[in-house]
């Protein structure tokens, strides 16, 4: 797990799984469909490892938050009307910590959907939100429209969203800024390119991306950090836990002496990956 909190980004169709006790993510394969057995299995496993091996690697013990664990599931554009409902039913029927917080992100036009028949013991994210209130702007969602169906959470500064759709660093602390204002609680997402890590500039992004959102929002309380290194997406490449844990001790301490030594410990931080 990372260096806080059960790491988990449950993402897409079907998955493989890599972990050890304090690390772990699910990844994606080309499956087109949803499979709710395998991320049953995933959460079920990664669950139990919170409850039996929940102490940190050695390079972070004095590091280690304070928070309850958190799992995400981030299910991208993936599913349809049939295979949702199937993976919400099987979602139903586990068996989850009471102290481990668990969240899924359907695609905005089933989130009605799985909102209608999921267990209240896991909670609903969005994958995006605008950066203000309604009006016309086609194709967007507003923070006010989330909260109105039910949501709790949204995920924002994803790296698909960055360097797909290109929203910049200020501009998503703006619009984590503005949910956090509506009630909603944001995951935010961090993460540096190939190039990036190759030059070593690994911590000179990251705490970049850190203090757009340090310099927009006025508290930490419902804010979890989501660390997702994009050269390990689909490059073949795979991050060590080692490696993610060096970057979430630096997020942790970039945290205290930039915003207050209490946020840095109580504030969750995750690792998410994708192949």
């Known amino acids: 797990m990372a260096s806080t909190s059960l790491a988990a980004q449950l993402s897409g169709p079907k998955s493989s799984i890599s972990s050890c006790p304090q690390f772990s993510g699910l990844r994606r394969s080309s499956c087109p469909k949803l499979d709710a057995q395998c991320f049953i299995q995933h959460l079920s496993s990664q669950l139990r490892l919170s409850s039996t091996s929940r102490k940190p690697c050695r390079p972070v013990v004095t590091m280690a938050g304070t928070g309850t664990f958190f799992v995400g599931g981030n299910w991208k554009c993936n599913g349809t009307k049939d295979s949702i409902s199937k993976l919400v039913s099987d979602l139903n029927s586990a068996k989850l910590e009471a102290d481990v917080d668990v969240v899924v ?9 799985v909102k209608s028949s999921l267990t209240d013991r896991i909670e609903i994210s969005a994958q995006n939100s605008w950066v203000g209130k309604g009006g016309a702007f086609t194709g967007e969602i507003s923070a006010e429209q989330l909260r109105d169906i039910g949501c709790k959470w949204v995920i924002l500064g994803h790296s698909e969203r960055r360097h797909v759709i290109g929203e ?9 800024a503005y949910a956090l204002n509506q009630g909603l609680g944001v995951i935010a997402c961090i993460g540096e390119l190939l190039e990036q890590r ?28 989501a660390y997702e290194p ?17 970057v979430h001790v630096a997020v942790r301490d970039w945290l205290k002496k930039n915003v207050s030594g209490e946020v840095a410990s109580k504030t969750r931080i995750i690792y998410g990956e994708v192949l």
């Open 105 to 113: 992100a359907p695609p905005f036009l089933y989130i009605d959907q």
């Open 168 to 176: 910049d660093d200020e501009f998503i602390g703006k619009k984590a």
């Open 198 to 225: 190759e030059a070593g500039k690994t911590f000179d992004v990251c705490f970049q991306q850190l203090k757009a959102y340090a310099d927009a929002v006025s508290s930490w309380d419902d804010i979890v950090i």
């Open 230 to 246: 994009v050269w390990a997406i689909g490059t073949g490449k795979v991050a060590t836990p080692q490696q993610a844990q060096e």
